[in-house]
């Protein structure tokens, strides 16, 4: 059974910063990439930040280009969600998910096993 927790949110000003962390635990069948969405109330959950099995290549949003970072530790399982210069428009529940092969998309389709999420608020 695969388990994916998230940590890290929180309440921020506008201009802060949040690390978000995710653990994945429970699987054995070698890395995968894995994704951060968000989901604002009333909004679609979209794709913010993916990245590769090995952690060699990432792609992030247009929206949070420049002010997010995605990094991994294969050692410890956990990948991370950097993100500074924090806006209102980032507020949202944020959640972890790992893909199906090396690399993925942005597109909830893709994905299968998803964490529960964990919630960021940034005030203006």
């Known amino acids: 059974q695969v388990r994916l927790v998230e940590s890290g949110g929180g309440s921020v000003q506008a201009g802060g910063s949040l690390r978000l962390s995710c653990v994945v635990a429970?699987?054995?069948?070698?890395?995968?990439?894995l994704t951060w969405f968000r989901q604002a109330p009333g909004k679609d959950r979209e794709g913010v930040a993916t990245?590769?099995?090995?952690?060699?290549?990432?792609y992030l949003a247009s929206s949070v280009k420049g002010r997010f970072t995605m990094s991994r530790d294969n050692a410890k399982n956990t990948a991370y969600l950097q993100m500074d210069s924090l806006k209102p428009e980032d507020t949202g529940m944020y959640y972890c998910?790992?893909?199906?092969?090396?690399?993925?998309?942005?597109?909830?389709?893709?994905?299968?096993?998803w964490g529960q999420g964990t919630q960021v608020t940034v005030s203006s």
């Open positions: 998910a790992r893909g199906r092969g090396f690399a993925c998309g942005l597109s909830v389709a893709e994905y299968s096993y």
């Open positions: 429970g699987y054995t069948d070698g890395r995968l990439c």
């Open positions: 990245i590769d099995a090995t952690g060699g290549r990432t």
